[in-house]
């Protein structure tokens, strides 16, 4: 067991042994440090946060770990363009090629660079938003007023609850209902990137996944969210399939398939996020009839040999088809055992479902035209 999980282990934990405990009581010791540090640097931040002269939506989270910002984004991107907006996305990249440069990963008619340069996520955004500018860096600021030049109206700021130094005119928080208040602690005790006051500073809350939890919980986290920010609206969201794409096409960037082509056909999956279980589940929704799957480690880099065994366990469990994840098919674009597959790749796309009038989100923008 690596020391990470053995750490997370410990925050789920209602009843430690004595070891436990005393290595809990170091994490809350750091816990301390960790919190008030990321406070002063948030006020350092704030104070002397630049204006990039257009307005900034940032869309973040108050804990470490995925709640959906990606399908996110690109549902307010689309809105944002069917209200006559000309979004841009901005992201930090991270671990990419760009990160600590910064460049653009699409104009909003072509991608420019690879999917190692843009980073996993950057680059599916380009992919899934072909008219939308996306462009990456660490310095947020830069690619704020680069995008502002390319003739962007309004920014999507991916990840950006935490990116003090750029003024932003909302900020949407996502929070993920299976656990929205990461164990109740900061980092490395908990999962909080920030103490809970900061959610005061949010313009919507949206609680993704809240079709895993039971009603009541959701309404319990509401009565949570309403003690801390008793003003801040708040919407319900859940992630849903919506196509079923050979991959050579979502590769090209045509996004056609329906699901009712793919019902009952037999499919392997393959995938290496921090939850298959929930993309099996997702798959069974679609439609699909799950013959075995294949789960490396989340942010695994897929190589020719991981093609060609899916395939195998594929071929000896008669699949008609391989089924992966967005985030997965981008890191096997480049992969020439793709082109050769005797199995047909699929991927299977999600989307943002908001469960109550998606127009709380749109008047984040009315009057910021």
């Known amino acids: 067991m690596s020391f990470e999980n053995y750490v997370t282990g410990l925050m789920k934990n209602p009843a430690p042994s004595f070891g436990d405990r005393l290595v809990l009581h170091l994490l809350e010791k750091l816990e301390k440090v960790y919190l008030s540090q990321v406070v002063k640097k948030r006020e350092k931040d704030r104070a002397h946060a630049a204006d990039c002269g257009i307005p900034v939506i940032s869309v973040g989270n108050i804990t470490a770990g995925g709640t959906g910002k990606t399908p996110c984004i690109i549902a307010m991107a689309d809105m944002l363009e069917k209200d006559g907006f000309h979004p841009a996305i901005i992201s930090r990249g991270y671990r990419s090629g760009l990160e600590k440069e910064g460049g653009v990963v699409s104009d909003g008619k072509r991608i420019l660079v690879s999917q190692s340069m843009a980073g996993d996520e950057p680059y599916m955004m380009a992919l899934k938003l072909p008219k939308v500018p996306v462009l990456v860096g660490r310095d947020r600021i830069a690619s704020a007023r680069r995008a502002r030049e390319m003739g962007a109206d309004m920014l999507l700021m991916d990840d950006g609850f935490q990116y003090w130094k750029l003024k932003r005119d909302r900020d949407i928080v996502l929070l993920d209902c299976t656990n929205p208040f990461g164990y109740g602690h900061g980092l490395p005790r908990g999962l909080l990137r920030e103490p809970l006051d900061a959610l005061k500073r949010a313009s919507l809350f949206i609680l993704t996944k809240s079709d895993q939890v039971s009603p009541e919980k959701v309404e319990e986290i509401k009565g949570h969210l309403a003690q801390e920010a008793d003003s801040v609206p708040v919407i319900s969201a859940c992630h849903r399939p919506s196509k079923a794409v050979p991959f050579a096409c979502w590769k090209e960037r045509v996004h056609e398939g329906d699901l009712s082509s793919i019902q ?106």
């Open 264 to 369: 009952g056909k037999r499919a392997y999956l393959v995938s290496g996020i921090g939850n298959p279980k929930a993309f099996a589940g997702t798959a069974k929704e679609a439609g699909f009839f799950l013959t075995g799957e294949m789960a490396y480690d989340d942010h695994h880099r897929y190589t020719e040999e991981d093609v060609r065994n899916v395939l195998s366990e594929a071929v000896k469990y008669g699949a008609d088809m391989i089924v992966t994840t967005e985030k997965d098919a981008v890191k096997m674009m480049n992969l020439l055992e793709m082109e050769r597959a005797v199995v047909p790749f699929y991927v299977l796309e999600i989307e943002m479902a908001f469960l109550e009038d998606q127009s709380l989100i749109e008047k984040q923008w009315e009057d910021l035209k």
